[in-house]
């Protein structure tokens, strides 16, 4: 199955593999493929209509993986704007450094967890869209 990708490569979509069984759901991502290596994960909730991001990062790549709800995100990168939804069938993207991010919080407990290469450094953060 290909996955879609944004802005020239710079976001990809994701797959996730879902099992299921009497005991519940189990969602996973292999980042072995994307030669990443996540240092950082936080879980962002927020009420429904709140954005949040507003920024890119100057160096390092995040997978973005809804949990629940929408996350509805905004993709910048030298001039080209591009939207995308992340819901319970298509739940996680990579992002390349550079690519300015805002995510919108709709649906039912929207909830996102986010895996960063790199630690937090409010030096590394690219506020203007690019």
Known sequence: MKHQTFLGGMVAQIPTTMQCDPRGMLTAIEFGSYNFR????????????????GHAH??????????????????????????MSLTASNRAVLVEAEVWARQTYEGENPSLLVFCETGYDPENYVLDPV
Not at 38 to 53: E, I
Not at 68 to 82: C, K, L, T
């Open 58 to 83: 100057r160096l390092g790549r995040q997978v973005m993986m809804q949990l629940s709800g929408e996350i509805g995100i905004e993709f910048r990168y030298q001039g080209q704007v591009e939207r």
């Open 38 to 53: 996540a240092v950082r994960a936080f879980v962002v909730t927020a009420p429904l209509g709140t954005s949040r991001g």
